[in-house]
DNA sequence: AACAAGATTAACT
DNA sequence: GTTAATCTTGTTT
């Protein structure tokens, strides 16, 4: 079975509740395999921050679709970034994976990265889909049965919440989390000209 | 048809 | 702490 059976009943919730039920998510695509650690929700069409804010567009087609499926964004020209598209369909939302912890096939993703230390693979959204060989091409991919999965685990113990990373729309809106203390979070980094 | 902005990263002062 | 790299998308002529 590629990916738990209730995957899809999970991510139909609303998204603030189903971004820190991802933490401790494996995601893999072949041979690499990540435990997710970080993540951030995005939703709706009364998130400023969100791509879905001002409706639906051809990119953002797959926040507005079913749960359980992969969008993919390219940033700032270089970087690509994942989704688990969340909430009922037609509801727009997504969790954004930040970070992670390579659990297995670490080999090839140093080969993707280059020489950092371990924890640093997946640490980001651009170098965890680096790490993963996620590209923007994975626009779509059903995570139930496609070529990348996502397989819940039990929930965390415990987690931390805080302002989404490098936003200027929404900069406060606290819907990141974490788990305390792992090396593989990304740093908190406030946009440039975020309003105070 | 043209333009400005961006859910980032790495390199540099 | 600051900035360049790089290109897609959405918005505006």
């Known amino acids: 079975m590629a990916g ?16 820190p039920r991802l933490l401790g998510a494996v995601l893999r695509h072949g041979p690499v395999a ?3 650690t970080e993540v951030e929700a995005y939703g709706g069409t009364s998130d400023p921050g969100s791509h879905a804010y001002r409706g639906p567009t051809p990119r953002t087609r797959v ?10 964004y390219l940033s700032h020209g270089i970087h690509t970034c994942a ?19 390579v659990v297995d096939g670490v080999e090839a993703a140093r080969a993707r990265r280059g020489a950092v230390r ?16 996620i590209r923007l091409d ?3 991919v059903d995570l139930v049965d496609g070529e990348v999965t996502l397989c819940l685990g039990d929930p965390v113990p415990a987690f931390d919440r805080g302002p989404r990373t490098g936003l200027r729309q929404a900069a406060d809106h606290p819907w990141r989390f974490w788990l305390p203390g792992d090396p593989t979070v990304s740093p908190y980094r406030r946009h440039k000209s975020a309003a105070p």
């Open 34 to 36: 990540l435990r997710l």
């Open 63 to 72: 926040m507005f679709g079913p749960p359980g499926h992969l969008y993919c």
């Open 118 to 133: 371990d924890h640093l693979l997946a640490r980001g959204p651009g170098n965890l889909c680096r790490a993963l060989g």
């Open 4 to 19: 738990s059976p209730d995957l899809r009943e999970v991510l139909s919730g609303p998204v603030e509740e189903v971004a």
């Open 138 to 140: 994975h626009d779509g």
């Open 83 to 101: 989704n688990v598209s969340a909430g009922p369909d037609g509801h727009a939302s997504a969790v954004l994976l930040r970070a992670g912890e």
